[in-house]
């Protein structure tokens, strides 16, 4: 079903759209999203998978985001390397240097995992967890597929070679920034964007090209093999405006690292944003089949706006929600049932996910009568 909402009319003669960093030229797969409007303001290639290396990373700590807000996964918790572990993986790319004397809490793991890329961190936290590393792959995938990432799988939980057999796509490593900084935006905050972190006598390190030289740049992972090339999954924040890049496949990092920063400003320079809703703020009503009330509101979970070339900034926006409606009662307050799809004049539309605002109870006898009663004299 499908809602249009009143929306700016302004129109004039538009300006074409603005032009990539020309350091994008030598990247095969790049992708540049503003997650308050859903727009995409540059891609290449978004949907083609690409071997992630360590970028692969970012999802085991999203899937230990997700353990942690549960309330199963302790940041205190302990973990032990096993023997076969430390052979294994002792030194082996990027390290912690777990040993098995060692120790290291949930907390330690993850920065392990997103400031070290220690690959020993994953698979420790991986075996130490879920009893196995296919068992974690397993929560991986799972994750993934609740997120909506149908092109992407995997197969290890830190991204090594494995010939192919763990592969992502620029669109879905959106989604997963997405949801790990919306979703869990403390430990988002906790544990990406860290330059430097100290375990034991080791100091770990970030390979971050961003972080500490564009404003407002706060993560998330880089990620290379001889295979994969340079890859980065960024963001930063500017005033409410919180862009995603993805770039993949880069010859050198100093070609990477020259493309994400050039490619940020570009998205907060090149492009604007004007308001539309604000968090939580009631966007539309849908309608709710046999339920206690005849309809819910719908909200959002992060400020929305239209994203505008700087230089075009009175081009007509179309907003429109859509839902499968109506919904069917009971319906839970929180859950995802729709989305605003947000239309710029000489752009691709953007869509922002839209939550119910409300519990609504399945109807009884006497919201029934009151409910039929309402629709006789509307």
């Known amino acids: 079903m499908g809602v249009a909402l009143a929306a700016a009319t302004q129109v ?12 994008l030229s030598q990247i095969p797969v790049s992708m540049l999203v503003d997650l308050g409007s859903g727009q995409v303001l540059e891609q290449r290639r978004p949907d083609i998978p690409f071997l992630p290396a360590s970028v692969t990373k970012v999802m085991t700590a999203f899937v230990a985001f997700e353990e942690i807000d549960a309330g199963r996964l302790p940041l205190d918790r302990r973990f032990q390397m096993d023997p076969e572990t430390e052979k294994e993986w002792w030194a082996k790319g990027s ?62 939980p830190n991204g090594w070679m494995d010939e192919g057999q763990t592969y992502v796509t620029a669109s879905d490593m959106v989604k997963l920034a997405d949801a790990m900084i919306m979703r869990h935006p403390k430990l988002y905050r906790e544990f990406s964007g860290v330059k430097q972190y100290k375990w034991r006598d080791v100091v770990m390190r970030s390979h971050d090209p961003t972080v500490g030289i564009v404003p407002g740049a706060d993560g998330i992972k880089t ?11 960024g963001t930063a924040e500017r005033e409410g405006r919180r862009l995603v890049m993805v770039l993949a496949g880069s010859p050198t990092y100093r070609i990477r690292d020259a493309a994400a920063r050039n490619l940020l400003e570009w998205g907060f ?12 703020q009631n966007v539309a009503d849908a309608k709710v089949q046999d339920g206690a009330e005849l309809s819910v509101p719908l909200v959002t979970d992060r400020k929305v706006h239209a994203t505008l070339p700087s230089n075009a900034p009175g081009r007509k926006v179309t907003l429109t929600v859509h839902y499968q409606g109506p919904l069917k009662a009971p319906v839970t307050k929180g859950n995802r049932v729709g989305y605003l799809e947000i239309a710029v004049e000489g752009l691709a539309p953007g869509r922002v996910p839209l939550f119910a605002g409300a519990d609504v109870a399945k109807a009884g006898t006497l919201d029934r009568l009151r409910n039929g009663l309402i629709n006789i004299f509307r």
């Open 12 to 23: 004039h003669a538009a300006p074409s759209n603005p032009e990539p960093p020309e350091e």
């Open 95 to 156: 390290t912690m240097y777990i040993t098995r004397n060692d120790r290291p809490t949930t907390e330690e793991l993850l920065h392990g995992v997103m400031t070290a890329s220690g690959n020993d961190a994953c698979i420790v936290l991986a075996k130490g967890y879920a009893g196995s590393v296919s068992a974690w792959v397993e929560m991986m995938n799972a994750a993934a597929k609740r997120i909506g990432m149908s092109r992407s799988h995997y197969n290890t």
């Open 269 to 280: 320079s090149d492009w604007s944003a004007r308001h539309l809703f604000d968090i939580g």
């Open 223 to 233: 990620g290379y093999t001889l295979e994969a090339g340079y890859n980065f999954v």
